[in-house]
Structure formats: structure tokens, C-alpha cells
């Protein structure tokens, strides 16, 4: 069964300084990976994926995250990081070895930035 | 642009009672999704839908719990009996396509209270 592990509820930084938030998975197959965003009274946003291919995606508002298929990882990163971008962020997993659509998210990390 | 939608936005309900909640996706988005998130914790898979099939069920979903997609376009979740422990955010998310690596477009939500 697929599964997805955020260890940190809440991570703090301040305004201009790199910020990494942790995601790790377990999947049959091989997995594709989310990030989504949720900001307060608003729907989940999508951030980026992993597909295949190069292990650096980047995505929407400077985020990229780092797949690592041995560590079973796939860490958000941001070199700096913005007031704006406090808020909650998800993992999300879904395992191509199911042929399924079924999507696992993580419980995840609320990033506080500070000015 | 119309969005994923969800009807009501809030709903109070008495234990016992039935509920039903709506849920429009993108036009011409084949996939839809339903998930349950309490606080502090991340989306809960419940099921989804391709086209008016349904394809996958969470175990954690009791028989209490149906879902619909009469005509794959919108979608109707059903709570019957509810009990208190059903509070939660219910989403509903849909996404295009043939493929597993797109990503899922979510709607704001439905909150129920049980009291």
C-alpha cells in the first residue's frame, strides 16, 4: 500500500533564508509525486511534480523539489523563502504499480515565515 | 474560469440525520475525486471516479457513505445516519486526461458540523 510520511508539523523560517520542507514515500512501483499548497478558506493549489526524468522539478512561485529514489524522498525547497509563503503544504503519492488513479497524501507541514 | 465547485459551502446537521453534498469539476475533466480532511490532518482518500465509473473505494468508507456520477459530470456524496465523527471537511477534486501523472484541481469544500 502506498503511503506518505511528513515529519515535521510545522516549519519555521525567516523571510530570505532557504527553506526545505520533508516528504517521504512508500510505493510498490514507481511512484509519481505532488506537492500541493493550502492556503486559509482556500482550496489545495498544486505546486509541482515528479514524473520521470530529471531529479530537480520546479514549479510555481520559485518551489522545486529533490526526488531521491533511494531515500524514498522528495523534499520541497525554496532558496528564499516569503511572508507569503506561510501556509500548509501536502506530500502526495500515487504509485504507478496500482495502474490506479488513487492519490495518497501526506498529514503535513505548516511553513511559518517570518519577517 | 469555472472551477472545481462544491455545494453547500457549510452544512449543520443533527445526528442521525442525511446529508448530501454536490460537487461540479471542470468541464471535460474525466476523473473526479472525493477526500476527507479533519484538522491537523491531510486529505483522506475516499474515492474516485472515471467518467460514471467508479472505480475504487476506501476501506474506511462505511456503507453510510455513497457516491455518485450519474451522467460523468457532477457528483453527489451521500451521508446517511450521520454520526458525530463525520465532521470534517469533505473535497472534491477532478482531473483530464488518460494519464496518472496529472494533477488534481480541488474545489473549497464542504464543512459538516454533526451536533
Known amino acids: 500500500a502506498q503511503s506518505v510520511a511528513q515529519p515535521e508539523d510545522q516549519v519555521n523560517v525567516a523571510e530570505g533564508n532557504p527553506l526545505t520542507v520533508k516528504c517521504t514515500y512508500s510505493?510498490?512501483?514507481?511512484?509519481?509525486l505532488f506537492w500541493y499548497v493550502q492556503y486559509p478558506n482556500r482550496g489545495l493549489q498544486f505546486l509541482l511534480k515528479?514524473?520521470?526524468?530529471?531529479?530537480l522539478v520546479k514549479g510555481s512561485y520559485g518551489f522545486e523539489a529533490e526526488f531521491n529514489k533511494s531515500q524514498t524522498s522528495f523534499h520541497l525547497k525554496k532558496p528564499s523563502a516569503l511572508v507569503s509563503d506561510s501556509a500548509l503544504y501536502f506530500c502526495?503519492?500515487?504509485?504507478?504499480?496500482?495502474?490506479?488513479?488513487?492519490?495518497?497524501f501526506g498529514a503535513g507541514t505548516r511553513l511559518f515565515v517570518k519577517a | 474560469d469555472t472551477g472545481v465547485s462544491q455545494d453547500p459551502r457549510h452544512k449543520i446537521t443533527k445526528r442521525g440525520q442525511n446529508v448530501t453534498f454536490r460537487c461540479d469539476p471542470i468541464?471535460?475533466?474525466?476523473?473526479l475525486y472525493w477526500y476527507r480532511q479533519t484538522l491537523g490532518q491531510g486529505p483522506e482518500f475516499l474515492t474516485y471516479?472515471?467518467?460514471?465509473?467508479?472505480?475504487?473505494k476506501s476501506r474506511l468508507l462505511s456503507d453510510r457513505f455513497s457516491a455518485e456520477r450519474p451522467k460523468g459530470s457532477f457528483s453527489t456524496l451521500e451521508i446517511q445516519r450521520t454520526e458525530q465523527g463525520d465532521s470534517a471537511m469533505y473535497l472534491c477534486?477532478?482531473?483530464?486526461?488518460?494519464?496518472?501523472?496529472?494533477?488534481?484541481?480541488f474545489g473549497q469544500g464542504t464543512r459538516l458540523t454533526v451536533v
Open positions: 502526495a503519492v500515487r504509485d504507478q504499480g496500482t495502474g490506479g488513479f488513487k492519490t495518497i
Open positions: 510505493v510498490s512501483g514507481n511512484p509519481y
Open positions: 477534486a477532478s482531473s483530464p486526461g488518460q494519464s496518472m501523472n496529472t494533477e488534481a484541481f
Open positions: 468541464s471535460e475533466h474525466n476523473r
Open positions: 515528479y514524473i520521470t526524468g530529471d531529479n
Open positions: 471516479f472515471q467518467n460514471e465509473a467508479q472505480l475504487e
